[in-house]
Structure formats: structure tokens, C-alpha cells
């Protein structure tokens, strides 16, 4: 395939209109700057790209409403971006950013928001699901083992390795077998302990 979208890109540090002819494209926030007073005071660096976000006021206010007006809060949140031909500048349609989609909403948001100085009209966004940043790690072959050595140190050594990251590694498997655990960890301590292992 040759990808014509690859040469039709403006150049510029920050994402552009015409950069999204291609279609739209799901960014995460990795930090926000404001500057006030500037022609464009908000600008966001994205998590895997060179150029930055530099939302509109339109936009801005957007994220005030769904995800509150402390940007601070705002990184490690994702949103879709796409192109609409329709936004106009000095009277012309030349094209401009819109968001569709948002993390953090448990449904869609409606707000009216200001078209031309005399038109509002009504702008929806909707729920985005929050991207997998770290996939999951396979449980090692021998979990069962490592699950039951732990155990067999006593509860209060199995409750740290619970904890511990080989102890995540293997938590289906201890959670899937916790009955036989929780005895191995009796056994290991003599009485048995009533609070157990954690579940």
C-alpha cells in the first residue's frame, strides 16, 4: 500500500485540521500548559507524538464540562479527534478540530456552543473507553508451584507475596485455587488464622 496521507500533512509542531483528511485519530494527554493572554493558551502534548494539541476556545470549553476546569487531571486521559470541513474562519469554511469522543464519561454530553456571533448550536460528545495501556503478562507456566511455596511460608509470608509483583503475576491462579492455599498457609502456621489470606 502506498499511504498518500504521509505526504499531504502541513508542517507545523501542532496538529492541524488537515491533518486529520485521513480520519480521525484517539490521543492521549501526557501534560497540559496554559499560557493566558495567548492566541493560543492551552497546549497539549499527546503520548506517542511529535506535534501538540492547541484546542480551540470551543474545545476548551468541551473539556471543562466533561472533565472539570483542573487541567492537571486532564493527563492520562484520551479523546478522539476528527476533521469537520463545516468550522468556519472569517466567514469561510476552512475546516477545523472537533472532539467526538471522551474518557471519563459515563454517557454522552450535549452543550450548546457558539457558531458564529450569533448562532449556538448544539454539540454532542461521546463516551470513549479507556485504552489498555499495559496489557495484561501471561501467568507464568508454573504459578501453581510458585502460589503454593508462598503458602507454605505461612499467611503472613503469603499475604506479602500476594502483594508482591510475582505474587500479580500469578493471582488467577492463587484466586482460582485460594481454598487449598489458605490451608497450606494454615498448616504452615500451626493454629489457624482466622482473617485468612486476602481474597
Known amino acids: 500500500m502506498m499511504d498518500m496521507s504521509q505526504v499531504i500533512q502541513p508542517k507545523s509542531d501542532q496538529i492541524n485540521a488537515d491533518d486529520l483528511i485521513a480520519g480521525p485519530i484517539t490521543v492521549t494527554i501526557d501534560a497540559v500548559n496554559i499560557n493566558p493572554g495567548t492566541e493560543q493558551p492551552v497546549s497539549m502534548r499527546l503520548k506517542g507524538m511529535s506535534k501538540v494539541y ?22 492520562g ?8 470541513p463545516k468550522v468556519k474562519w472569517g466567514g469561510l469554511e476552512v475546516g477545523g478540530i472537533r472532539i467526538s469522543h471522551m474518557t471519563g464519561l459515563d454517557s454522552a454530553i450535549t452543550m450548546m456552543l457558539t ?4 448562532q449556538r448550536a448544539p ?3 461521546q463516551p470513549l473507553a479507556a485504552p489498555q495501556s499495559q ?4 501467568e507464568p507456566k508454573n504459578a501453581l508451584e510458585l502460589c503454593e511455596a508462598a503458602a507454605r511460608k505461612g499467611t ?18 492463587a484466586q482460582a485455587n485460594i481454598d487449598r492455599l489458605k ?17
Open 183 to 199: 490451608q497450606l498457609a494454615s498448616d504452615a502456621d500451626g493454629p489457624a488464622d482466622e482473617d485468612g489470606p486476602p481474597m
Open 115 to 118: 457558531q458564529t456571533q450569533k
Open 156 to 173: 503472613a509470608e503469603f499475604r506479602a507475596w500476594w502483594g508482591s509483583d510475582e505474587g500479580k503475576s500469578c493471582r488467577a491462579t
Open 54 to 75: 492547541r484546542p480551540c476556545k470551543s474545545m476548551s470549553r468541551v473539556m471543562v464540562q466533561a472533565w472539570g476546569a483542573d487541567a492537571s487531571k486532564y493527563v
Open 135 to 138: 496489557q495484561q503478562a501471561p
Open 77 to 84: 486521559r484520551s479523546m478522539t479527534l476528527y476533521r469537520d
Open 123 to 125: 454539540f454532542k460528545v
